[in-house]
């Protein structure tokens, strides 16, 4: 079934995924991290028969923003709020309701309208709303058709086998892809550093993960994960800031985001940190109406809860160094020093400074003594595993990959078990 275009502009066979990819990792991924990635490399990896011609879009889905692009390229093209709202709009006339929807931050603008939550703890509950999304992406970003375009989704861990079938039916149904392929996050995050084997500890707005990748494959057994993310971070500031919230007034939430992402640090030493005078930390913040305030030990004492959760939040808190170091211990001996040596830092909260060398000085003393320990923190890791999505999706042996419409026609959507690693 199919047209001739997915046979044209889609590689053809069937191959193994991870086979295709480890004959290229020395000569193409070892070298073609996204750090030394360009679009003029691009050429070496496409050939007339590989892959589309106007080429794959990367979609990488999160809790709070969905970022979409290009493949090749070295950061996404857009990136919008995951928000989704419908209003109801009488229609003058006719005695029937039509259905708006509204995307991204857009969602907030318009009064009574029913938001809709695309996603909760990193996986995707409502498709209609992810698919509204993605066709908003497509038309209002990217300004691309997707019947043109290959799609790469990513993967997060621990995700229900049945959400693949469900990107399929999405990608090839309503979407009209001519071909996709769904790759783990921390797979692909791994891909972006320029390795194939890693702990990645990525710490997201909701959730954060231990996921140890051992050779391109994410090991489940030995995953960990804890609900100490960014949004607690957020709320915990909001209680520090408590005095102040008369001065914030209606700017509240956005601003405490603000205030985290531009003024937050994490101390080496939190107990001397607190000794220290306040005024040696002090740091003034300028809010939207022009009004400054100063920010002292709040600065340190917010990212702290990374390492040292509340005690009345409950065992699913623990500290990112000890989520690490479980997912470590269960690891067989023979590639635990591997691990040990790439610890990658990924995700929108882990960018604050200080963190990669408080995590390297945690780990070291909860591990056995004389354990070799590197943490790596590249600049742009809030988007490892999109970054990692556009290394894949151009990589000359990966090109034969994809699931094509036919495929998906012949098939059914239980192909993706088949097909994506």
């Known amino acids: 079934m199919g047209s001739s275009q997915d046979e044209d502009s889609l590689g053809t066979g069937t191959c193994s995924p991870m086979s295709s990819l480890h004959e290229c990792h020395q000569d ?16 070496s990896f496409l050939s007339e028969d590989l892959g589309l011609r106007t080429g794959p879009v990367v979609i990488d889905m999160g809790t709070r923003s969905c970022r979409a692009g290009f493949s090749g390229h070295q950061t996404p093209s857009a990136e919008i709020s995951t928000l989704v ?11 029937e309701t039509r259905s708006e929807a509204f995307t991204g931050e857009e969602a907030l603008l318009y009064p009574d309208t029913e938001i809709i939550e695309v996603m909760q703890n990193g996986i995707i509950i409502n498709w209609e709303a992810a698919e509204t999304l993605w066709q908003h992406m497509f038309e209002h970003k990217l300004g691309v058709p997707p019947e043109e375009h290959a799609l790469l989704i990513t993967e997060p861990p621990l995700s229900p086998t049945s959400g693949r079938e469900n990107v399929a039916e999405v990608a090839f149904e309503s979407l009209g892809s001519p071909g996709i392929f769904m790759a783990p996050q921390p797979v692909l995050s791994t891909y972006a550093h320029g390795r194939t084997s ?15 990748v051992h050779d391109g494959n994410c090991l489940a057994y ?17 209680m520090l800031l408590g005095d102040m919230e008369h001065t914030l007034g209606d700017w509240l939430s956005p601003v405490v985001e603000d205030i985290k992402h531009t003024c937050c640090y994490v101390a080496f030493d939190f107990d001397n940190e607190c000794l220290v005078p306040p005024t040696s930390c002090t ?26 959760p509340l005690p009345t939040w409950g065992d699913s808190y623990m500290g990112i160094h000890e989520m690490a170091q479980r ?22 909260s882990s960018l604050f400074e200080g963190l990669p060398r408080r995590l390297d000085s945690e780990l070291a003393q909860c591990l056995p003594p004389g354990t070799e320990v590197e943490v790596v923190a590249v600049p742009g890791r809030r988007h490892a595993a999109w ?16 699931i094509r419409r036919d495929e998906y026609y012949e098939e059914g959507p239980c192909i993706v078990h088949q097909k994506c690693f």
């Open 387 to 402: 970054m990692g999505g556009s290394v894949l999706a151009s990589l000359t042996n990966f090109q034969s990959c994809w």
């Open 222 to 238: 030995a995953t960990k994960r804890t609900d100490v993310a960014g949004s607690c971070l957020t709320w915990y500031l909001t």
């Open 85 to 95: 709202s419908h209003t109801t709009v009488w229609s003058k006339g006719l005695e």
């Open 28 to 43: 193409e991924l070892g070298l073609r991290s996204v750090s030394s990635f360009s679009s003029t490399t691009i050429s």
């Open 283 to 308: 740091l003034d913040f300028t809010l939207p109406d022009g009004q400054t305030i100063s920010l002292s030990k709040e600065r340190f004492q917010c990212p702290e809860v990374l390492f040292n």
């Open 327 to 348: 997912s470590l211990d269960l690891l067989p001996e023979d590639i635990r020093s591997v691990m040990h040596r790439n610890i990658l830092l990924c995700g929108g």
């Open 198 to 212: 890693a702990l990645v500890v990525d710490i997201g707005h909701v959730v954060t993960h231990a996921v140890p």
